[in-house]
């Protein structure tokens, strides 16, 4: 039971460029989430997956898009990748159920990328 | 909407030291959950606690503790005999009861720093 992976660990990436991280998750759970962390600031979800095929927009979606064709994998691509897109991006994933609150959000390890 | 207020940007202590990291809240909502995470040098985000707003009782897990006090919005978190493992930023986030993990707002973090 290996949680929530992701990958790249680590990426650099040249203004213009596109790139997809991967975020997978063992758990079968129905919620999965892409956040950014930026110094001195907390988490905040860019965007998130309430099931498979579906996704919505976060707080921060500009410059994103994001795909839910399997349960297991929400994938999170720049197309056109922007020095402000530098950032360490976190996937997470959850159970589900609106409203059964006492589930626990699970994070992965974290995606370092670095736009030149 | 809901904020989260982590006033300590950066705390230094002496191993064995006691520390407190505050975290203030503000909410519409009557149910919510707070949370307090620890991210390691080493990146990872690590759930530490979930309360539920109904249950103001505190709560002591080994070193830590925790303060839930409704009355002034605060969830504050207390390491006693501080070591060095406990260097970290921590994040301090709310919730509302209804809806999932896409309604979570995250604190700025504090940084701890525990000296040998």
């Known amino acids: 039971n290996a949680g929530v992976t992701q990958t790249p660990k680590f990426r650099v990436l040249k203004t213009g460029q596109s790139m997809t991280l991967l975020c997978a998750q063992d758990?079968?759970?129905?919620?999965m989430y892409w956040y950014r962390q930026d110094p001195g600031m907390g988490l905040r979800l860019i965007h998130y997956?309430?099931?498979?095929?579906?996704?919505a927009k976060g707080e921060v979606p500009d410059g994103y898009n994001v795909s839910r064709l399997k349960k297991q994998n929400f994938l999170l691509g720049l197309e056109s990748a922007a020095p402000s897109q530098t950032s360490v991006y976190f996937c997470?994933?959850?159970?589900?159920?609106?409203?059964?609150?006492?589930?626990?959000?699970?994070f992965g390890p974290g995606t370092r990328l670095l736009v030149l | 909407a809901q904020k989260v207020t982590q006033a300590q940007t950066e705390i230094s202590v002496v191993e064995k030291e006691d520390v407190t990291l505050d975290c203030v809240y503000e909410?519409?909502?009557?149910?919510?959950?707070l949370f307090w995470y620890k991210q390691p040098p080493s990146g990872e985000l690590v759930f530490l606690i979930r309360?539920?707003?109904?249950?103001?009782q505190n709560e002591i897990s080994g070193r830590y503790s925790w303060n839930f006090q409704k009355s002034t919005s605060s969830f504050n978190f207390t390491i006693t005999a501080s070591q060095v493992v406990d260097s970290a930023v921590y994040f301090c986030?709310?919730?509302?009861?209804?809806?999932?993990?896409?309604?979570?707002?995250f604190g700025t973090g504090t940084k701890l720093q525990v000296i040998p």
């Open positions: 997470a994933s959850s159970r589900g159920l609106a409203g059964e609150g006492e589930e626990t959000q699970y």
């Open positions: 758990m079968n759970h129905e919620y």
């Open positions: 997956s309430v099931g498979e095929g579906t996704t």
């Open positions: 909410t519409r909502d009557t149910t919510y959950y």
């Open positions: 309360r539920n707003s109904f249950d103001e």
């Open positions: 986030a709310l919730r509302p009861s209804w809806g999932g993990y896409q309604k979570v707002t």
